[in-house]
């Protein structure tokens, strides 16, 4: 049995989380991808900071309020409320939704009661969790065991790792510096857009299981002044939000962000350590065989 985790009393529930997830959605317009939904359900919400910073695992991939609101997600997705796309955009049924009608404790309910009956009689209930059919999709397993396996090699190997992945990418005449002292600075290297237009991009790898800091970003674009014309941070952890203002502030030389949810996806597109099988799926028809 998992043991039970101890969490803020105050953090909001998913079920809590379900109107202001369909707030922000009508505020989006009415569409918006997963970090575009996060981010404006804390506002919404007015979450505050050291709750945005509670993590739901010792990896800390994902903030314990970003997992509650995916559950919400789910659960208003099964309800019928809003729907996503392939592309991870996530939409409202109905533009019309009045949410002072909407009752998430009960919406829950309904959900887990409709679940009950489309099971098996046999299987037990699990009741320390939601249970629903499918996963939420922030929780992948082979995220984890990746970051894992990550934070345990060589730092010669991560920074190779990152050069062989920007390569992938597109970029040409990457080289790992790493030079001590140059600011965490990690290598450098060229990025070309149409064949035309061509960028200088430094880059900084951290292998990290916390939050980058606004303090290290700003320490990393004082090394790169004068040297490039964007910069690159790639960490196995996260960014904190003011981390993330800092990467944009204006007037400042941009620094683009690759977290350690990006880093997986990014070395499963490219093949990278991450082998992607495909299940092969047998369909009988005896309507087939009725016609002969």
């Given at each position: 049995m998992a043991r039970k985790k101890n969490y803020p009393n105050?953090?909001?529930t998913y079920e809590q989380l379900m109107v202001p997830t369909l707030q922000a959605l009508m505020k989006l317009g009415g569409s918006g991808t997963i970090e575009e939904i996060n981010e404006t359900v804390y506002q919404v919400a007015n979450?505050?900071?050291?709750?945005l910073?509670?993590?739901?695992d010792e990896n800390?991939?994902?903030s314990e309020i970003d997992y509650r609101i995916a559950w919400a997600r789910t659960y208003l997705k099964k309800f019928g409320l809003i729907d996503n796309s392939s592309r991870g955009v996530w939409s409202l049924t109905k533009s019309n939704i009045d949410t002072s009608q909407i009752d998430g404790y009960e919406i829950a309910r309904v959900v887990r009661e409709a679940n009950r009956l489309a099971k098996p009689q046999n299987k037990p209930e699990i009741t320390n969790e939601p249970e629903l059919s499918e996963p939420v999709e922030e929780a992948e397993n082979w995220k984890d065991s990746l970051?894992?396996?990550?934070l345990n090699i060589p730092p010669a190997s991560f920074e190779r790792l990152a050069q062989r992945l920007l390569r992938e990418s597109g970029f040409v005449q990457v080289e790992v510096t790493g030079k001590s002292g140059d600011g965490g600075i990690d290598g450098k290297g060229i990025v070309r857009i149409s064949g035309f237009l061509s960028f200088h991009i430094l880059f900084q790898c951290k292998r990290y299981k916390g939050s980058i800091s606004p303090s290290q970003i700003r320490d990393f674009r004082g090394a790169m002044q004068g040297r490039a014309d964007k910069g690159l941070f790639i960490t196995t952890g996260t960014f904190t939000r003011e981390a993330i203002k800092e990467a944009t502030r204006d007037g400042a030389p941009p620094i683009d962000l690759i977290d350690g949810e990006l880093l997986?996806?990014?070395?499963?597109?490219f093949n990278l350590g991450v082998e992607t099988q495909l299940v092969e799926s047998v369909d009988v028809k005896p309507e087939w065989f009725s016609k002969l």
């Open positions: 105050k953090l909001m979450i505050p900071a050291e709750q910073a509670v993590p739901h800390g991939l994902h970051l894992n396996v990550l997986c996806e990014k070395l499963k597109e």
